[in-house]
Nanobody, 128 residues
């Protein structure tokens, strides 16, 4: 089992920045590819960003490319999402997710069904 706990959400003005953190406990964090998803009220869960277990490969949704950065620290068992130039439409509950990637150091996943473990989420609200 992997337990994931997000933090760093909050209220920020449009154009501002936030850094989300997701700390993992349980099994070997470095064996897991990680992802961030978000869900706004009345909308489906949306992919935001993903990163391979080594951190060498990453992928972003078009809506956040160039503004958000996903990175990880395998010593601290933490994956981060740095969010810059925030827009009102970025408001959502952000959740991190983990999937075991024991056979590939470059694997990452972009759909919710590919992930095995989820955090409880952290709210991000962007005001105009």
């Amino acid at each position: 089992q992997v337990q994931l706990v997000e933090s760093g959400g909050g209220l920020v003005q449009a154009g501002g920045s936030l850094r989300l953190s997701c700390v993992a406990s349980g099994r070997t964090f470095s064996m897991y590819a990680m992802g961030w998803f978000r869900q706004a009220p009345g909308k489906e869960r949306e992919f935001v960003a993903a990163i391979s277990r080594s951190g060498g490969s990453s992928y972003y949704a078009d809506s956040v490319k160039g503004r958000f950065t996903i990175f990880r620290d395998n010593v601290k068992n933490t994956v981060y999402l740095q969010m810059n130039s925030l827009k009102r439409e970025d408001s959502a509950v952000y959740s991190c997710a983990a999937v075991l990637a024991q056979f590939s150091g470059t694997y990452y996943a972009v759909t919710p069904s590919q992930y095995n473990y989820w955090g409880q989420g952290t709210q991000v609200t962007v005001s105009s």
